[in-house]
């Protein structure tokens, strides 16, 4: 574990060369939360809607943003590493090239708190605050991080997809939008049969137990979104094992 941790202390000081595009996703993250105030502020004008008031709403959308903006976009390295041969030189050494995948991705806990501290500050600058629950907060911050585990994880998945098919850039972009749906508009604001289809995917339980545990939080909802997020993530692992031994077995059959 010790050379793990070694990747994750060198990948994390090279975050620290690129704060300026840490500073503008963070006024990104501003703008879109700012627009999507505004709006809800003409759409509901002071009624609540599904038992979701305006200032709820809001702090729905920043823990759901938090958690998107907390990850990179790992799939394009991996997919690049995967495309360039660089793997191949990987599986010549004594680690697990999974386990490093993880160890560089796990950088994110320095995105996270600062992320964590700008939400807050900014939830409470916009909104002024809401009625929360201890237990709501310390559920919706385990949530979060299990959220953002399984979206590196789906993004592992995604840029091991090179392995089986030339460009996963639509592979991408069709499972990003799906979890931004749940990031911008809670689950209930979505028609029954959508619903039951986002229960079965993982990217549902990225940003959406978080958000509505934090606002609405309760025993049973809490039960159901914790163990659905545990099972995504066994899922999504499986997945990457799967086509990690697939790619293995291409490349050697192929010669790397």
């Known amino acids: 574990m010790i050379k ?7 990948n994390l000081k090279t975050k620290f060369n690129f704060k300026i595009n840490y500073i ?16 809800w502020d003409f759409i509901l004008q ?5 038992g979701y008031t305006k200032p709820e709403l809001i702090w729905y ?26 793997v191949s030189n ?26 964590f501290i700008f939400a807050i500050i900014l939830g409470l600058f916009i909104t002024g605050g809401i009625s929360i629950s201890l237990i709501g907060v310390i559920i919706s911050i385990w949530c979060s991080v299990m959220g953002i585990i399984l979206w590196i994880s789906i993004q592992v998945f995604i840029g091991l997809l090179a392995f089986l098919t030339e460009e996963n850039e639509p592979f991408y972009l069709i499972i990003s939008k799906g979890m931004l749906l749940l990031v911008l508009t809670p689950l209930e604001f979505f028609p029954n049969i959508m619903q039951k289809i986002f229960a079965f995917l993982p990217t549902t339980y990225t940003s959406y137990p ?32 799967v086509v990690m031994m697939k790619g293995v077995k291409n490349i050697n059959v192929n010669g790397g």
């Open 4 to 10: 793990y941790f070694e990747i994750f202390k060198f």
């Open 24 to 39: 503008f996703s963070l006024f990104s993250f501003t703008i879109h939360v700012l627009i999507l105030n505004t709006l």
């Open 46 to 50: 002071g009624k609540t809607i599904l």
């Open 61 to 86: 959308i920043i823990i759901g943003e938090f958690i998107a903006y907390s990850t990179s976009h790992n799939y394009k390295r991996i997919s690049a590493m995967i495309k360039s041969g660089d």
């Open 90 to 115: 990987l599986l010549t050494k004594p680690i697990d090239i999974i386990k490093y995948l993880y160890a560089e991705e796990l950088t994110v806990v320095f995105n996270i708190v600062i992320n």
């Open 210 to 241: 978080a958000a509505k545990l934090f606002v609405h939080f309760n025993v049973t909802d809490t039960i159901r979104l914790c163990a659905s997020q545990i099972l995504s993530i066994l899922l999504v692992c499986i997945l990457i094992k």
